[in-house]
């Protein structure tokens, strides 16, 4: 049975905007919204999660959990759900630093 789904994407490729598109609609850059069987879906998300590289990848399904939906996320910059007794919430990671990088305290004045 055909379901709805969004996903949320940054800095992928174009080519993997272009094929979202032809099972979704992009309702404004980078966020795809459809209603797909989950066979489609589950391949939508394997090609996503191979090609989206340096980039980031959330999508939003329903699923029989407290909340209604499940969340899957891919790519470098993603952020991480993760169950806090039977919810999902997001994990924000903090960016990586570079060794050159030189915490500066203010000097009095």
Known sequence: MPSMLVLA???VPDHLRG?????????????????VSARVRDELW???????GDGA???VHPAPT???????????????PIDFDGLTLMR?????????????TPSPS
């Open 92 to 104: 924000m990671t903090a960016a990586p630093h570079s060794p050159t990088q030189v915490k500066r």
């Open 46 to 52: 394997t090609s996503v999660s191979q090609v989206v």
């Open 57 to 59: 990848a959330v999508l």
């Open 9 to 11: 994407t940054t800095a």
């Open 19 to 35: 094929a979202l598109s032809r099972w979704t609609i992009e309702v404004v850059p980078g966020i795809f919204v459809g209603t």
């Open 66 to 80: 407290e909340q209604g939906y499940a969340i899957r996320t891919a790519g470098t910059r993603r952020r991480t």
